[in-house]
């Protein structure tokens, strides 16, 4: 039986994380996501879990408390955001590398300079490259649910990489919403009992060397394993969804369509976004405008097929970054679509927006004016600021 | 001066603010001559409430940018300012290295023994026990001993000051700015809102200041007093001028902005390689 409550983003975090019971946590303060390891923090103190807290003094240092612990065999969750994150950078593809399934609460913020605290995507996408999967959440719920689910994908041997759950700073970690939560025992179920680690440094049976020199010999040959866990966890990704929507009733998939499949023109985006554009999809489809939406839950692995299929009707569709890649071309959501639609016979005509930087805000008027430009998108520049000052 | 800050009513802060005005101005410390760098926290916002060359950069990196600038330009005034955490925490191993490079410049940190930006989490400099909503169960790790550490690495100058008494503070900062190399200031400084352990009242009464007979030449003994701990020495604990400093190691005299190649002497070397 489910219960339905208040909670914030990072109140859902916490509460999954809970009924996750994850042998090991590291972590480090940083806003907007100190609170997921403080409320954390009591439950252990409560004994209602058996995690071992380990405060440490730096986001490196948490990270590679959490690669040392994971290849022990432990289950090991971390929080953090931004610069945070951006601490962990250098530990984040060892993880990869190791095959490590830790999963982390990250929420997303601008990175510095100049200093700021709100939403974007730029501290996440900087990390697209490290080898981790990426889910993002629209809301508290989808943050919750992505958790309980992020630890079985992490951890299927098809899979072994390391999960990133992000939701969006203040805009969803902080915001009460109205959840579901699922009984403990059927978290405790569906996850499965403790992880089963395929080598681990504490077998003393089979004793493992970790991080070893690997050069011009070998190091391209182990590489590539993460790529190919990568693309296998899709498979993985849609299996634990169907279990989960099968035993909790909510649907998952490397994509939602919202009023997409006879959409004319339609946006792209992720994150919390997607809640305030579906409200402007419903206005605009009342007035018999053929507005739609795709949001992307999974951007690692990228589902560039799945994404050229669902847009492939649409006469023209405008991507929405809520961060930079600064090469001049577009953000990275943008470049990874237009790419993925490079050899489709049938494809829309593409815009980019990108927008939102340092929690600069995005309202309904502002989307609105996105599928109004939409209607005639052949006029329109290929990448655009929205809501920037000239 | 300064009508608003993003500090609490009552806040420590507020009197080291005001030591270190007092301090440049008696020096007579042109703005424009003076750059604070800082990291992230609340100890970190001080130079936003100074006129003053500042930058702000990121949590525990202070003390890089601020070697850097003083040896881009040593007739700069430079303090690089922060909290406890971001000092001797996220930035420790700058710290360490920072005392052992030398460079001339004034490091002040905030001591409030916790966390204050992000509300309350356990520092390095965080008592036996204190417990904090991350550190439940009450710190358990010995607290960081930066007068100590910095005596061991032959800091030229290491003090400590408390936040509330201002005059002596100040003295204490002009004291600092005046003697070459890096000089450290540890202040205690009382966060009233996350810290109501190591409160005014408590640092009052855990504190003395040393005496006139009290040489702080004598390393043994700066040493000594960096070891007590149940009443915290107050002063200058260690000075010595025996160090090289980085600026005079790498002989940065001058700004470099003013420096003009020496076609002369480029050619002098070119033909000693041939
Ligand atoms: C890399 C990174 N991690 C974490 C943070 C979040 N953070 C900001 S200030 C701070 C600690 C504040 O304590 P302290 O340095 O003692 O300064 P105070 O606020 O007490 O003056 C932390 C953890 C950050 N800004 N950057
Ligand atoms: S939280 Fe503490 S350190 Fe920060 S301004 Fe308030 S009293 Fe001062």
């Known amino acids: 039986m489910s219960k339905v409550v208040a909670r914030t983003g990072n109140e859902a975090m916490a509460e999954a994380m809970r009924q996750i019971n994850p042998d090991v946590v590291a972590a480090y303060p940083i806003t907007p996501a100190t609170e997921i390891v403080m409320i954390f923090a009591k439950y252990v103190a409560d004994g209602l879990v058996d995690t071992n807290f380990v405060a440490v ?54 990175i510095s300079g100049p200093i700021n605290i709100h939403c974007d995507h730029s501290d996440t996408m900087a990390a697209r490259d490290f080898g981790w999967l990426q889910i993002f959440s629209e809301d508290s719920q989808e943050a919750y649910d992505s958790l309980i689910q992020a630890i079985r994908i992490a951890e299927d041997p098809r899979v072994h990489l390391p999960t990133m759950v992000t939701t969006d700073g203040f805009i969803i970690s902080h915001c009460l919403d109205r959840i ?39 190091y391209f040959e182990h590489r590539l394993p993460v790529a190919e866990a990568m693309k296998n966890s899709k498979k993985v990704i849609l299996e634990v969804a169907e279990e989960f929507a099968k035993k909790f009733g909510r649907k998952y998939g490397l994509y939602e369509g919202y009023k997409l499949d006879d959409a004319e023109i339609a946006i792209v985006a992720l994150g919390s976004t997607c809640g305030t554009a579906k409200v402007v999809i419903d206005e605009l489809r009342a007035k018999g405008i053929k507005a739609g ?26 991507v929405l970054d809520r961060s930079d890649m600064w090469a001049g071309q577009g ?60 | ?53 500042f930058f702000n950069g990121l949590h525990g990196r202070a003390l890089p940018p601020a070697t850097a600038i003083k040896a881009a330009n040593p007739e700069l005034t430079v303090i690089a300012e922060s909290g406890d955490g971001d000092m001797y925490g996220e930035g420790g191993n700058h710290f360490i290295q920072t005392i052992r490079r030398n460079p ?51 800091a030229p100058f290491v003090a400590r000051a408390n936040a509330a008494d201002i005059e002596q ?41 040393l005496d006139a007979g009290y040489d702080p030449r004598d390393r043994q003994a700066a040493l000594a007093k960096g070891l007590e701990i149940d009443r915290f020495p107050l002063g200058v604990i260690y000075r010595q001028e025996n160090r090289e400093s980085f600026n005079s190691h790498h002989k940065l005299t001058a700004p470099l902005f003013q420096s003009k190649p020496d076609p002369a002497k480029l050619a002098a070397l070119i033909d000693s390689k041939l």
């Open chain 1, 180 to 218: 579901e939560i699922v009984e403990d025992k059927e978290v405790k179920e569906f996850i499965g009992g403790d992880r089963k680690a395929a080598n681990s440094l504490l077998d003393v049976k089979k004793p493992v060397s970790v991080g070893l020199l690997d050069l011009q010999d070998y």
């Open chain 2, 104 to 154: 001339d410049i004034i490091n002040i940190v905030h001591n409030n023994m916790v966390y204050g930006l992000t509300k309350g989490q356990a520092s390095p400099t965080s008592q036996y026990g204190m417990k904090t909503p991350i550190q439940v169960g009450g710190v358990f790790e010995e607290p960081f001993n930066p007068i100590v550490i910095a005596v061991a690495l032959d």
């Open chain 1, 57 to 110: 003094e730096s986001e490196h240092s948490a990270m590679s408390a959490c690669v040392g612990a994971s290849a022990t065999g432990a289950r090991v969750m971390t929080g953090t955001s931004s610069q945070g994150l951006c601490l962990m950078y250098e530990i984040l593809p060892i993880a990869a590398a190791l095959r490590l399934p830790i999963v982390m609460c990250d929420v997303n913020r601008a």
């Open chain 1, 331 to 390: 953000g990275q959501v943008f470049t990874e679509i237009r790419s993925a639609l490079f050899e489709a016979v049938k494809k829309p005509q593409l815009l980019n927006y990108i927008y939102g930087l340092g929690g600069r805000e995005i309202d309904q008027p502002m989307l609105r004016s996105v599928f109004t430009a939409l209607q005639s998108a052949e006029k329109q520049p290929l990448v655009q600021y929205l809501g920037v000052r000239e």
């Open chain 1, 293 to 318: 939406m795709l949001k992307i839950r999974v951007f690692r692995p990228f589902p560039a097929e799945e994404i050229a299929q669902a847009l492939a009707n649409v006469k023209a569709v405008a």
């Open chain 2, 1 to 53: 001066m300064v009508k608003e800050t993003a500090w609490c009513p009552g806040c420590g802060n507020f009197a080291i603010l005001g030591a270190l005005q007092k301090a440049l101005a008696e020096l007579e410390i042109a703005p424009q001559k003076l750059v604070i760098a800082s990291g992230i926290g609340q100890a970190a916002k001080t130079p936003h409430y100074l006129p003053c060359n």
């Open chain 2, 169 to 209: 503070t100040k003295e204490i900062i002009k004291q600092a700015i005046r003697h070459p190399g890096y000089s450290l200031i540890d202040i205690f400084q009382p966060c009233i809102s996350f810290n109501k352990i190591n409160t005014f009242a408590w640092f009052k009464e855990h504190t003395y200041y």
